[in-house]
C-alpha cells in the first residue's frame, strides 16, 4: 500500500508518519507545500526520510497560494461566521488539491491527514479529495480509535517521538502546535486550551513578532496601494501576490527590534487583513 501524507514535521504530522507506516505497512509518501514557512522547511527533506518516508516533496505553492486563495479571499471579506479569520483554514484546499495530484502521480491508494475528527480542517482536506478523485481511499487517524486509545493527549505523542529518535519543537515545556503561511500564524491546543491563559505571556509564541510593546508617537503600519482590486507595489509596477507579502513579512522583520522593546506596533496576519 501507498499513501500520501500531508506533512509538516511538526509533531503532529511527525507521528502520524511513523505510525500510518507501521500500521498500515504502507510506503509513506511525504508532502509538505511551501506556503511561506520560511525556515520550518529547513532539514524538513532528511526528517522525514528519518522517519520513514521513501519519498518528499517539498512543493513550492507560494504564488498560487496568494493569487487563486490569499487575495479573493481578501476581496470577498471573507471572515467566518463573522469573526473567525481564515488565516490558517484557506490554505487546506490548495493543499489538499497537491495531495490528490501526487497521489495520482505515485499511483498511491490513499491519501491521509492529521486532522482531528472534530474540527473543520477534516471537512476541507476530504471534500477536497472527493472532489477531485473520488476513488482515493482517506485515511484520518484522529478518527481511528486506535489512534485515539495510543495518544489520548500530546504528552504521550512527545513521549513517542522521543521513544522513536524524532526531533520535534513541542516538548513538556511547549505542548503546542503552530500553523504558519505567507500571511498568518496559528497556535493550538497544550497549555493554549487554558481559558486563563494570558496568550501574550508567554515570549515563545511570537515567532515572527516578537512581544508586541506600544510606544507613543511610533507605529509599524504599512501602506497597500490597490487598483482594481489588485496589489501594486510603488506607483507603477504591479507585484505578484506572494511578493507582496513577502513585502509585508520583511516590513514585520524590520519593525521585530521596535516590537520587542524600542517602540513599534506588530501587526498580526489577522490585523493585516483588516487594514488591506
Known amino acids: 500500500m501507498k499513501i500520501v501524507l500531508a506533512y509538516s514535521g511538526g509533531l503532529d504530522t511527525s507521528v502520524l ?16 507545500a511551501d506556503i511561506g514557512q520560511e525556515d520550518e522547511l ?13 519519498k518528499i516533496y517539498i512543493d513550492d505553492l507560494q504564488e498560487e497560494f496568494a493569487t ?9 471579506g471573507a471572515i467566518y461566521e463573522g469573526q473567525y479569520f481564515l488565516g490558517t483554514s484557506i490554505a487546506r484546499p490548495l493543499i489538499a488539491k497537491r495531495m490528490v495530484e501526487i497521489a495520482k502521480a505515485e499511483k498511491a491508494d490513499a491519501i491521509a491527514h492529521g486532522a482531528t475528527g472534530k474540527g473543520n480542517d477534516q471537512v476541507r482536506f476530504e471534500l477536497t479529495a472527493a472532489a477531485l478523485a473520488p476513488d482515493l481511499q482517506v485515511i484520518a487517524p484522529w478518527r481511528d480509535a486506535r489512534y485515539r486509545d495510543e495518544f489520548p493527549g ?13 526531533p520535534v519543537q513541542a ?30 505571556a508567554p515570549k ?7 512581544v508586541p510593546r506600544r510606544r ?61
Open 17 to 32: 508518519l511513523s505510525w500510518i507506516k507501521e500500521k498500515y505497512n504502507a510506503e509513506m509518501i511525504a508532502f509538505c
Open 42 to 54: 529547513k532539514g524538513l527533506d532528511k526528517k522525514a526520510r528519518n522517519t520513514g518516508a521513501s
Open 68 to 76: 487563486d486563495f490569499i487575495y479573493p479571499m481578501l476581496h470577498a
Open 154 to 166: 500530546r504528552a504521550e505523542m512527545i513521549a513517542y517521538c522521543n521513544q522513536k529518535k524524532i
Open 171 to 200: 516538548s513538556a515545556k511547549k505542548p503546542f502546535s503552530s500553523d504558519r503561511n505567507l500571511l498568518h500564524i496559528s497556535y493550538e491546543a497544550g497549555i493554549l486550551e487554558d481559558p486563563w491563559l494570558d496568550a501574550s
Open 204 to 210: 515563545y509564541l511570537y515567532h515572527t513578532l516578537g
Open 216 to 276: 507613543a508617537g511610533q507605529t509599524g503600519i504599512r501602506h497597500a496601494r490597490f487598483q482594481e482590486g489588485q496589489l501594486h507595489r510603488g506607483k507603477r509596477q504591479a507585484a505578484f501576490p506572494a511578493r507582496c507579502d513577502e513585502d509585508v513579512e520583511q516590513a514585520r522583520r524590520q519593525t521585530r527590534r521596535r516590537a520587542c522593546g524600542h517602540g513599534g506596533e506588530s501587526l498580526r496576519g489577522d490585523e493585516i487583513a483588516r487594514r488591506l
